[in-house]
């Protein structure tokens, strides 16, 4: 009997040894090395911090429906009204939490990005999509985007390339 508990006890702990050095050596996810959706909010309406318009929230059903499958597990997107509705059918067809950042410290939600594995959608602004793209290893980024651009969605791949589709 003791024989036997201590074999099961040196069998336990040689698993436990082996499981803590999995998780140990295994390297972190860097964003780079996943697929990453950036996008310009959708149509927005009037006001300062205004919601999306009819024509933008029928866009933002579109867009959860192009990305529902896409293995989205995370979801990104500033604080503005615009921004959160924008990403809103996506969060709620995949039953993800939206995650808010700060525009003005892209480091933060690249580092944020990289602690997450899969894909993951990023809901910005026409001034910050360009610069996005660039820090999450687009080799080509996008060229900023216009006041009046709304609906296209940047992916930017593991290898630096960039496709590109539109609501």
Not at 23 to 52: C, F, I, N, Q
Not at 61 to 72: N, P, Q, S, V, Y
Not at 100 to 118: I, K
């Amino acid at each position: 009997m003791r024989k036997r508990l201590s074999a099961v006890l040196s069998t336990v702990l040689l698993l436990a040894g082996c499981m803590a050095g999995l998780s140990s050596s295994r390297p972190a996810v860097r964003a780079e090395d996943r697929t990453v959706y950036v996008m310009r909010h959708l149509h927005k309406g009037d006001g300062s911090d205004p919601a999306l318009s009819a024509t933008g929230a029928a866009a933002a059903e579109r867009l959860a429906g192009r990305l529902a499958g896409k293995g989205i597990t995370a979801i990104f997107a500033t604080s503005t009204r615009r921004a959160m509705e924008t990403a809103a059918p996506l969060a709620q067809r995949t039953g993800l939490q939206i995650t808010p950042y700060d525009p003005g410290d892209p480091a933060a939600l690249v580092a944020a990005a990289a602690s997450r594995p899969g894909a993951v959608l990023v809901v910005g602004h026409s001034n910050t999509v360009h610069d996005l793209a660039s820090r999450f290893g687009a080799r080509t980024p996008p060229a900023p985007l216009a006041d009046n651009d709304y609906g296209r969605v940047f992916i930017v791949k593991p290898s630096g390339e960039v496709d590109v589709f539109d609501l």
